[in-house]
């Protein structure tokens, strides 16, 4: 996958989103005091930080540098890391471990799910949210109609995320030595902040479709999805994107 640019400011002024939602995954983590969690994909710290209040000793990890260097600075008692979460090389030292909107972006999932079991006690548990079988396909599908309009299709890269469904999800937990305890593949139309929330969306979280292209080129293709999208998700001024999630909770046996 290519890499992707994750513009720290931007993503706390326009996509904090992410982690309000993130913060109704916490009841299934259901962490408690004293106990050891590591949230892999802290992105700027926000749910690192929600689940240090209850009392648990939190690390968090991220590929990106600018997210983790704001999650330091808006965090400091907490113990922050720049890591690939698919190489994850700690060795049981946690209870838990917490991860929200992160595994779509990961494409070596045995190597993710590999690495969390090692890194997990005997007993631990897994639980995450991410993207599910058919999560922003309305967006997928505008992008894809656009850059076909515009004579670009076969220079624009649309299946970059990993959406699975429930049944793909629950052979990777068990071939890795988890058992599924619980799964939950779900709808949850997210509305995106401002008039011009979904050119942000496309702009910070698709921007992988556009790597072959130019800027100009992938500007034309961006307004274009954004014209195609906005009859449906575009409603008394506010934009809607077709969301769709897989929550899991997993144990280490």
């Not at 698919?86 to 799910?113: C, K, M, P, V």
Request: charged content about 25%; some cysteine; overall charge negative.
């Amino acid at each position: 996958m290519p890499e992707i640019h994750w513009d720290s400011k931007l993503y706390n002024e326009k996509h904090r989103f992410v982690s309000d939602y993130g913060a109704d995954v916490l009841q299934w983590l259901d962490a408690k005091a004293g106990e050891h969690i590591l949230d892999v994909g802290c992105g700027t710290g926000d749910l690192a930080a929600k689940i240090q209040e209850i009392g648990a000793t939190v690390s968090g990890v991220d590929a990106s540098a600018d997210m983790i260097e704001l999650a330091k600075q808006t965090y400091p008692t907490i113990q922050f890391e720049q890591k690939d979460a698919a190489t994850l090389d700690y060795n049981r030292e946690f209870d838990a471990i917490f991860s929200n909107a992160t595994f779509h972006w990961i494409e070596n999932q045995r190597g993710l799910l590999r690495g969390i079991y090692k890194s997990l006690k005997h007993g631990g548990r897994l639980v995450a949210e991410f993207g599910g079988k058919g999560n922003v396909k309305s967006i997928v599908d505008a992008i894809d109609q656009a850059a076909k309009e515009l004579g670009l299709e076969h220079r624009v890269i649309s299946n970059f995320w990993f959406f699975p469904s429930i049944a793909h999800y629950s052979n990777l937990l068990e071939a890795s030595g988890f058992e599924a305890e619980q799964i939950w593949l779900f709808d949850r139309p997210t509305k995106l902040v401002g008039e011009d929330g979904m050119l942000n969306w496309i702009n910070q979280f698709a921007q992988h479709a556009f790597v072959n292209l130019n800027e100009e080129e992938a500007k034309a293709v961006t307004d274009l999805a954004v014209s195609i999208l906005k009859p449906n998700h575009f409603k008394n001024g506010e934009w809607t994107a077709d969301y769709r999630r897989l929550r899991i909770k997993a144990l280490k046996r």
